[in-house]
């Protein structure tokens, strides 16, 4: 069978799933199957694939058509201005958290050195982003998964950052190393019942403990709140993301560890997505 045939096949697979990205989705597990990227499929879709290729192609059209997302099957995600490895043990970085990274630009001079922490770090996908650009900022990420801070170590040398940057296995509430310029964290902040009304994508396969938010979606937040309280210098920013309906519940929970807000962001879809805050 050649490239095209081959794709074709896939497409109505997906299709047949209501898959609405089929083709895309397709061109892309076709890449990853014969290990040359869309551009070459392109140009050489009347190659005969050889069997060992069509076999894993195969494979890999039949488990996207259970939803299975991109990412973990080619265990890669474009965000910001890197691609990161990314495995089932980590959420997959969105475009609506770049958002962090613009606001973290924008507030810190290139200049002057800077500590920064991210609590629940997952693929890593905002403090090595921030530690590329800033190249005198040094890094601190935690989370509680091991297997995270492993994707962590590999996605820091690939972006060449990892002598920069130091992680920890810890739930926040017991972490207790330094103080930061800059906190950072994008943590669970869906609520428990609602989680079973996300997209079969996300909810059957990326990892439930980094979208739990607990009851009322605010169990994560708060912790993170209260412990960045104590580790966050004087007039040190505080950035974190939120779920859209939490802007007034987490403002308040800010200004009662002694926060102030500086600014409430949007995200690409017009949603209540980030806060910015300064400690007082």
């Not at 070459?40 to 694939?49: E, F, M, P």
């Not at 488990?63 to 995600?77: D, F, G, Q, V």
């Not at 958290?97 to 905002?126: A, F």
């Not at 939490?246 to 962001?265: P, R």
Request: proline letters at 2%.
């Amino acid at each position: 069978m050649n490239i095209e045939s081959a794709i074709v096949e896939g497409v109505n697979i997906l299709k047949s799933k209501h898959i609405k990205t089929a083709k895309l989705d397709t061109e892309i597990l076709m890449a990853k199957a014969i290990g040359e990227d869309r551009k070459y499929i392109i140009l050489n879709d009347n190659k005969n694939l050889k069997k060992e290729s069509l076999q894993y192609f195969q494979r890999l059209i039949k488990e996207r058509s259970t939803r299975k997302p991109i990412a973990y099957l080619i265990n890669k995600k474009y965000f910001w201005k890197s691609e990161f490895f990314v495995t089932r043990d980590t959420l997959i970085p969105r475009p609506d958290t770049e958002l962090l990274i613009e606001q973290i630009l924008k507030i810190t001079n290139y200049h002057n050195p800077m500590n920064i922490l991210d609590v629940g770090v997952g693929s890593g996908c905002i403090l090595l982003s921030v530690l590329k650009e800033r190249k005198n900022f040094y890094g601190t990420g935690i989370d509680v998964s091991k297997n995270c801070l492993n994707i962590c170590k590999i996605n820091a040398k690939k972006l060449k950052v990892d002598k920069r940057v130091r992680f920890y296995k810890s739930d926040v509430d017991k972490f207790a190393q330094g103080k930061y310029d800059l906190i950072v964290s994008n943590p669970p902040y869906i609520n428990q019942n609602d989680l079973k009304y996300l997209e079969k994508d996300v909810i059957n396969f990326e990892p439930k403990l980094a979208l739990n938010g607990g009851l009322d979606g605010l169990s994560e937040i708060r912790k993170v709140i209260r412990k960045s309280s104590e580790l966050i210098k004087k007039n040190g920013k505080f950035i974190l993301e939120i779920g859209f309906d939490q802007k007034i519940k987490v403002s308040n929970l800010l200004k009662k560890k002694g926060f102030y807000i500086n600014n409430v962001l949007k995200d690409l879809a017009k949603n209540d997505r980030c806060i910015v805050s300064t400690k007082i």
